[in-house]
């Protein structure tokens, strides 16, 4: 293990996908049985994580899982990809449109009509918490638990909302880097149309993950596993690590 600025990396070759898939799914159904829940509840974005996510869900569950797609304000690709990944695993689904309340809330608090050009991440930042009240409200009813998809390359950085797609059970994903995502994709056959998108949040039109990051995914998960970076590289993930930090913490208590 090499330590470096409160970051830990693990230069270890992981499990190949078929262990890991193995080892995934009779963790899911270890924890559903342990927290005497039935099943799990999974936002399906239409993106690799929650693509994988949801497929070791299947996998664990086959009779007790269920797809959320919410659209607000998104690109209609990215229901037609969930749909597509629904489909194709035979995920029972729900589709929940989520533009009105979404937009009800923005003139709430700003006073102003929503402009999906305009990269407020304040208002952005609604859009996940949102989804996440209705993940909460789906698992509530059927006795299920929120299975998060955030990866352990978006956990490193803080690359995620606060209470928004942050807040979930357990995360199935969260000790695999973006490039173990995408190789337990190869090995699930997520769809091929879903492998090749190009990560993004769908916080506003057309944002990206890596644009809004200024660092690649492949320059991450090298400098995550290895230590080993540019200056660059090490001085934004520095920055994305200590920015974010408080993300990862419980709420303070008064020390007295």
Known sequence: MIRYTGLIFNGGIGLEPRTQVEKLTGWLREEVSRRGALGYVVGLSGGIDSAVTAVLCKRACPDNVLGIIMPCYSNPQDSEDARLLAETFDIPYKLVVLDEPFALMVRLLSGEDYDPQKKDMCIANIKPRLRMTTLYYHAARNQYLVAGTSNRTELTVGYYT????????????????????????????????????APSAGLWAGQNDETEMGVTYRELDDFILTGRADNRVREIVQCLAARNAHKKQMPALPPF
């Open 162 to 197: 606060k209470y928004g797609d942050g807040g979930a059970d357990l995360l199935p994903i969260g000790n695999l880097v973006k490039r173990q995502v995408f190789e337990l994709a190869e090995y699930l056959a997520v769809p091929r149309r879903i492998i090749e998108r």
